[in-house]
């Protein structure tokens, strides 16, 4: 069965600081994809940054990186230079490809806090 | 500009009636996607659909129906049968073709049933 765990419920973060928020994630096959959402007060969902299982290279969008470790199934969110618009809640989520459906799985969420 | 539209944003029903919320996107995309989202949890597919007349029941489809009869409008009718159906509601969509796509989402709709 394919799962998606993020085990930290909430966490604060100093303005201007590097936070990271974990995921794991549990799928036997071989070709999927990761992604990181962000859901502010508001409630839209913010679609961050992406990685494929087969890319090489960690995925880097502007303050977001991905640091994915593929032996370990972690697909970690790491924010640089913390802001506080960065407050909101962080999904991780997978796809998993060629099969029926084409869904995402989604974690339960990270309530980010950054703190002046 | 391209986007999906949910109406409305907050809707509040009494218990007993069915109620249906709208979804519309003109990004052209073939797949549409209806979640539940509840406090302290990630989203649930509810519904999905790839092509037009066509959908599919996701994790927990009971007491809610769905019609794809326009490649741009998803609806989402939650029954009477729903036994809680006090929840944030989220429509996405995305493209079929493509190594990967992400799901692009609309703004959610809050149902309160009192």
């Known amino acids: 069965a394919q799962k998606i765990t993020q085990t930290q419920p909430g966490m604060f973060v100093q303005e201007k600081e590097a936070v990271t928020l974990d995921c794991t994630y549990d799928t036997s096959d071989q070709s999927y994809g990761l992604f990181w959402y962000k859901q502010p007060s508001s409630g839209e969902m913010i679609f961050l940054i992406y990685q494929g299982s087969y890319d090489e290279q960690n995925a880097t969008e502007g303050r977001y990186s991905l640091n994915f470790q593929k032996a370990r199934k972690s697909a970690n969110l790491v924010i640089s230079a913390s802001q506080l618009g960065d407050s909101a809640m962080y999904f991780c989520?997978?796809?998993?490809?060629?099969?029926?459906?084409?869904?995402?799985?989604f974690g339960t969420g990270t309530l980010l806090a950054v703190q002046p | 500009d391209g986007g999906i539209t949910q109406s409305p944003k907050y809707l509040f029903r009494k218990e007993g009636q069915n109620v249906t919320l709208s979804c519309e996107q003109n990004?052209?995309?073939?797949?549409m996607y209806w979640y539940r989202q509840d406090p302290g949890q990630g989203l649930r597919l509810i519904y999905y659909?790839?092509?037009?007349?066509?959908?599919q029941k996701g994790d927990i489809a009971e007491g809610y129906s769905v019609s794809r009869e326009k490649k741009e409008s998803f609806p989402l009718t939650v029954t009477s049968a729903q036994k809680n159906p006090t929840a944030f509601y989220l429509c996405?969509?995305?493209?079929?073709?493509?190594?990967?796509?992400?799901?692009?989402f609309g703004p959610g709709t809050r149902l309160t049933v009192l």
């Open positions: 990004l052209n995309h073939d797949a």
């Open positions: 989520a997978m796809r998993v490809y060629g099969g029926a459906t084409n869904k995402l799985i």
């Open positions: 659909s790839q092509i037009v007349n066509d959908f």
């Open positions: 996405a969509s995305n493209p079929l073709a493509g190594v990967y796509n992400e799901q692009f």
